[in-house]
């Protein structure tokens, strides 16, 4: 599952948990993760026991533009 967290805009930590809950992924890919709240990433790895946090920083890439979605 790729997930957009938005820098935590878009809701709660909680409201989060629920959705990545309830998918049931076995790979959980979260992007925009420079949350402002601190507590916010600490609330996410409590509530997803079992699930690990890696963060891999991109050096480097480039925007492709698809509009008909095939590659």
Do not use: W
Request: aromatic share 8%; glycine share 12%.
């Amino acid at each position: 599952m790729l997930y957009n967290v938005a820098r935590g805009g878009q809701g709660t930590a909680q409201t989060l948990l629920t959705t990545l809950r309830a998918s049931e992924a076995d790979l959980i890919l979260l992007q925009e993760t420079n949350v402002l709240d601190p507590a916010y990433e600490g609330t996410l790895l409590r509530g997803l026991p079992g699930y690990a946090l890696i963060r891999i920083p991109i050096e480097s890439g480039r925007f492709r533009f698809n509009p008909s979605g095939c590659e």
